[in-house]
């Protein structure tokens, strides 16, 4: 659109991308406001500055929109991993709690004292299991994820730099497809197969 009828006319879709045939192509994209964002707000320089916009201004500004969004998008891996961090001394607490139940018990039989010192333990067990086997590998995962996310933003500024630098569509599409990860990032081949409809 912005080669065959000018910056301008991005303008009705920039503005209200809900209402924008183009972005209704692509409902999943569509539905991620961030994204959406991502894309509409560099365009609507664009269209305000009426082209005159410096590619290597922008391309700052992007990196600048990308590094808040993602250090806002860590900060809950953040505190799940601070969760996980605490979880086994909570469970340390539970066994001291345990262990003073004990001690108040300490006249009863073996069999007795045995499960007392028994259900002290399965504190510190349950502080390491929920630390160390659930909510620290969560954490690093929800981080994973967030990383890989993170490419999609990247893609687009890619994209969008590309376009106002000039640059021919292979070069652009080459230029986003640099920033994926290897295990996400398609091939060439599947990239030109898929603008062509196969």
Same mark, same amino acid.
């Given at each position: +659109?912005?080669?065959? /009828?000018?910056? +301008?006319?991005?303008?009705?879709?920039?503005?209200?991308?809900?209402?924008?045939?183009?972005?209704?192509?692509?409902? *999943?994209?569509?539905?991620?406001?961030?994204? +959406?964002?991502?894309? $509409?707000?560099?365009?609507?320089?664009?269209?305000?500055?009426?082209?005159?916009?410096?590619? =290597?201004?922008? =391309?700052?500004?992007? *990196?600048?929109? @990308?590094? #808040?969004?993602?250090?806002?998008?860590?900060?809950?891996?953040?505190?799940? %991993?601070?969760?996980?961090? !605490?979880?086994?001394?909570? !469970?340390? #607490?539970? $066994? &001291?709690? !345990?262990?003073?139940?004990?001690?108040?018990?300490?006249?009863?039989?073996?069999? +007795?004292?045995?499960?007392? @010192?028994?259900?002290?333990? &399965?504190?510190?067990?349950? !502080? #390491?299991?929920?630390?160390?086997? #659930? %909510?620290?590998?969560? %954490?690093?995962?929800?981080?994973?994820?967030?990383? /890989?996310?993170?490419?999609?933003?990247? $893609?687009?500024?890619?994209? @969008?730099?590309?376009?106002?630098?000039?640059?021919?569509?292979?070069?652009?599409?080459?230029?986003?497809?640099?920033?994926?990860?290897?295990?996400?990032?398609?091939?060439?081949? /599947?990239?030109? =197969?898929?603008?062509?409809? *196969?």
């Amino acid at each position: +659109v912005m080669k065959k /009828e000018g910056i +301008v006319a991005l303008e009705s879709h920039v503005e209200n991308p809900d209402a924008s045939p183009i972005f209704g192509e692509f409902p *999943k994209l569509a539905k991620d406001h961030s994204i +959406v964002q991502m894309i $509409c707000d560099p365009l609507r320089l664009m269209v305000i500055s009426q082209g005159n916009l410096d590619a =290597d201004a922008l =391309d700052d500004l992007m *990196k600048k929109a @990308i590094k #808040v969004h993602h250090h806002e998008a860590l900060l809950a891996p953040g505190a799940l %991993a601070g969760i996980a961090g !605490g979880l086994p001394a909570l !469970g340390i #607490v539970a $066994c &001291v709690l !345990g262990v003073v139940k004990t001690m108040g018990a300490i006249d009863q039989p073996p069999p +007795v004292l045995g499960a007392l @010192i028994g259900s002290a333990l &399965v504190g510190t067990f349950m !502080g #390491v299991l929920l630390a160390y086997g #659930v %909510a620290g590998p969560f %954490a690093v995962r929800i981080g994973q994820v967030i990383e /890989e996310d993170n490419e999609m933003y990247k $893609c687009v500024q890619q994209i @969008i730099v590309a376009n106002l630098h000039g640059h021919p569509m292979p070069l652009v599409i080459e230029a986003a497809r640099s920033v994926i990860n290897s295990h996400n990032k398609p091939s060439f081949g /599947e990239i030109f =197969d898929g603008m062509r409809g *196969k």
